[in-house]
């Protein structure tokens, strides 16, 4: 039992009704499904794997949580050929290098053993969840982008809510972080990462969803037009573009349609603001090519 009360979790929710109403408070909006998972990832202090495409609320789900626990929130923006010094920690060998020049006298066991103290470690994200002894969210983000052989660097954290430093030891979590892990689902993830996680799909929201988050998130902008935004957006994704609209695109149209003051969808209208929610040029000729306004 932490000290929190609540099994080994953050305590960050009450039930599945609370985590829906606490992320709406905050300005996400999350199905029962997606909040029961939510809230199961708290309560029993398990890591939270969300995959799905780019641009559906993942890493915004990790902001909204640490915004309702008061939490800090510590990113690991994964990339390709990212490695231990940049994600867990390293040591500052500058400063390593003064201390031994300066320390000559001492002989070299001495010195050894002083450069390897907390006064030379940089922490890198992972391990400055670990260590922190405040409200933390753990954002490990596009996992899938990253190498393979950083997920073996993330087992004992993910297991065991610890890292382990060779010249110093095992650094156990004082207080569990929540860790969001999320993946695009451009190459498969281990199964012995599968395995520590609870595991969330988000998928583009259906309709009436959507238009639900562009209410919440423009609220200016007309409810007619807002519902003919969506159904346009939903027409989008059914074609076999190069990237489909985000739901983040789908109110940064919102928004600018009312930065413009338009009060219709017409054709002229989506012609010219085709760019704030498509991203490439064959798929904007696709898109005005193929789209019917009703």
């Known amino acids: ?19 829906v109403d606490r992320l709406a408070a905050v300005g996400y909006l999350a199905s029962t499904a997606v909040a029961t998972t939510v809230y199961l990832a708290d309560r029993l202090g398990k890591p939270l794997l969300v995959e799905g495409p780019a641009g559906v609320g993942k890493t915004e789900l990790a902001k909204a949580v640490a915004r309702i626990g008061a939490a800090r929130l510590v990113r690991l923006q994964c990339y390709e050929g990212i490695d231990e010094a940049r994600a867990l920690y390293e040591w500052n060998h500058a400063k390593q290098l003064l201390r031994i020049t300066a320390g000559r006298d001492e002989g070299w066991d001495a010195a050894r053993t002083d450069i390897f103290g907390e ?6 994200p992972l391990l400055t969840a670990i260590r ?4 933390t969210v753990l954002l490990i983000d596009e996992l899938d982008k990253a190498d393979v052989e950083v997920e073996a660097l993330l087992l004992e954290l993910l297991s065991d809510f610890q890292v382990t430093v060779p010249e110093l030891g095992t650094i156990t979590a004082s207080r569990r972080p929540f860790v969001l892990l999320t993946s695009n ?3 498969e993830l281990s199964e012995a990462l599968r395995r520590r996680c609870l595991f969330l799909h988000l998928d583009y929201p259906d309709a009436e969803l959507e ?3 562009v209410r919440l998130q423009v609220p200016g902008l007309d409810e007619t037009l807002a519902a003919s935004l969506v159904r346009v957006v939903g027409a989008l994704r059914a074609m076999e573009l190069r990237k489909a ?5 789908t109110v940064d149209w919102a928004r600018t349609l009312l930065a413009l003051g338009a009060d219709t969808l017409d054709d002229a209208v989506v012609r010219d603001t085709l760019g704030v929610i498509l991203k490439h040029q064959d798929d904007v000729r696709k898109a005005a090519r193929k789209l019917t306004l009703a």
């Open 211 to 213: 238009h639900r988050i």
């Open 185 to 187: 689902a451009t190459r």
């Open 245 to 249: 609209p985000s739901v983040a695109e």
């Open 119 to 124: 006064e030379f470690l940089l922490t890198r």
């Open 132 to 135: 922190g002894d405040e409200p």
């Open 1 to 19: 039992m932490t000290e929190n009360g609540n099994g080994d979790g953050t305590g960050f929710f009450t039930s599945v009704a609370d985590t």
